[in-house]
């Protein structure tokens, strides 16, 4: 497969917030690696010119992209235009083309709300700036299935599917590729990693802060639509996965699609939903809101590997700690004197660990075992890509591995689906806490749920 390089990037929502926090990072590291050799072309309807996207960048890069590092800095500017305009105007992709210059296969990123999706295809196409062009577009897709649907076909009216990069930044984060490597990278774990010795895996993604001014957008989503059906399905489908072959390269999206396919679309009865208190105060957030800062679920998956072996997921806001971690227990020996379980811990961050949770001899007179944890830490400084830089290159040269394909992202709005919207009362929780008390019914029948702890543990 031999995919045209990119010769140029226009950004969509170019003096935006996600602009402002991700993109001019990424694009300064690319440039600091010697990778931003194309225009940039930022777009937004914002009464600005080129002098103030430039400050803009520089107080972004500043706060957000670990300072400035000047010679990276100037090969953006000299690579970064404007196009000032409303989406609506064809004058905005005529000058739009104009800047694109002779470049023959532009990549444009949608960084604005799915609801612009279509008028922007639609001045892309009509201008002429879509030919031998790829389509970056940004979470969420859709609200639902019916509207993932919905946007699929609008944008595929446009663009082949080929050249539609989704991007769901989870899958652009190391520590979860690392998954899918580590499981297929080391020869121990595929014996055990089924039905007949896993017992249950637990994801936990706990963020200690709110909704940091975002209560807009959030009233629109919740939990379960902003983190659920995109960043922690993907987690599953790298646990689950069977292994890919390596003969083509659509084998990895092929078997995360087949396990969302797998997965059973949640009921009502396997989710718990709540919001923190004061939630409803936060600016844009209605006074009655039922929208969920927090939701627990326990999925199923129907196959062959993972039959009975119930999968859970716990992600909110306003909880003790922020940490993404992963806990996969294995059933119990059968000896009596044998205390915990063993398990794999992965941590995704804020550090990455991996842990195996074992038993050893306790010393003394007594046949007793105690656990402790075989650990590896590793905190790569400065090494590791950020997942925008790792995404934003790998659309650049057109592989598309690490986004969401529109039959994943399909399948996975189907298993959520069903609870979306109140389908049950929304339970207020205690900022600083794990969320409502009754989010212990999932776990019951395992012993409950696996806390992470504070940095460091
Ligand atoms: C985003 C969500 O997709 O992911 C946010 O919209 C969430 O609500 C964020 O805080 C978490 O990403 P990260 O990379 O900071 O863990």
């Not at 983190?227 to 790298?238: A, D, E, I, R, T």
């Not at 003394?364 to 105690?370: A, D």
Request: overall charge negative; glycine content about 8%.
């Amino acid at each position: 497969m031999t995919e045209p390089r990119s010769d140029a990037l226009a950004f969509f929502g170019a003096t935006g917030d996600l602009a402002y926090k991700k993109i001019f990072p990424a694009l300064h590291a690319m440039a600091r690696r010697g990778h931003l050799e194309f225009p940039v072309i930022g777009v937004a309807k914002s009464g600005w010119g080129l002098e103030q996207l430039r400050e803009r960048a520089r107080d972004s890069i500043q706060t957000h992209g670990g300072g400035v590092d000047e010679k990276a800095f100037a090969v953006l500017l000299k690579r970064l235009r404007y196009v000032d305009g409303d989406y609506n105007d064809p004058a905005t992709y005529t000058a739009l083309r104009k800047e694109l210059g002779d470049a023959a296969h532009p990549a444009h990123y949608l960084a604005i709300p799915p609801s612009l999706f279509a008028t922007v295809t639609e001045g892309l196409a009509k201008s002429g700036c879509a030919r031998g062009a790829r389509l970056i577009v940004e979470k969420p897709f859709g609200r639902d299935l019916p509207s993932a649907q919905a946007l699929n076909r609008t944008i595929h009216s446009v663009f082949e599917e080929n050249d539609v990069y989704r991007i769901d930044h989870y899958l652009g984060k190391e520590p979860v590729q690392n998954l899918l490597l580590f499981r297929f990278a080391n020869s121990f774990l595929e014996p055990i990693w089924n039905r007949n010795y896993v017992d249950s895996v637990q994801i936990t993604m706990a963020e200690d802060f709110g909704v940091q001014g975002r209560g807009r957008f959030y009233e629109e989503a919740g939990a379960i639509r902003d983190v659920v059906q995109n960043h922690m399905l993907q987690v599953v489908g790298f646990l689950a996965m069977e292994p890919p072959v390596t003969t083509y390269h659509e084998s990895i999206r092929d078997e995360q699609a087949k396990v969302f396919r797998a997965l059973r679309p949640l009921r009502a009865d396997d989710l718990v939903r709540g919001q923190f208190r004061g939630y409803r105060k936060e600016p844009g957030v209605s006074p009655t809101s039922t929208v969920e800062t927090f939701a627990a679920v326990r999925l199923h998956i129907d196959s062959w590997r993972w039959e009975d072996v119930p999968f859970f997921i716990r992600a909110g806001k306003c909880l003790p700690v922020t940490t993404t971690e992963v806990l996969v227990t294995l059933k119990r020996p059968p000896l009596r004197k044998v205390g915990d379980t063993n398990y794999f811990r992965f941590r995704l961050s804020p550090e990455v660990i991996i842990a195996v949770g074992s038993q050893i001899k306790k010393p003394g007179e007594q046949w007793i075992s105690e656990s402790t944890e075989l650990k590896v830490v590793h905190n790569p400084e400065g090494e590791e890509m950020d997942a925008y830089e790792r995404l934003l290159s790998d659309a650049m040269v057109g592989d598309g591995m690490l986004f969401a394909r529109e039959d994943a992202v399909e399948a996975a709005w189907s298993v959520v689906q069903p609870i979306l919207g109140d389908v049950t009362p929304v339970l207020e929780y205690e900022p600083g806490t794990w969320g409502p008390r009754e989010a212990d019914r999932l776990t019951e029948e395992i012993g409950g749920w696996h806390t992470p702890q504070k940095s460091g543990g």
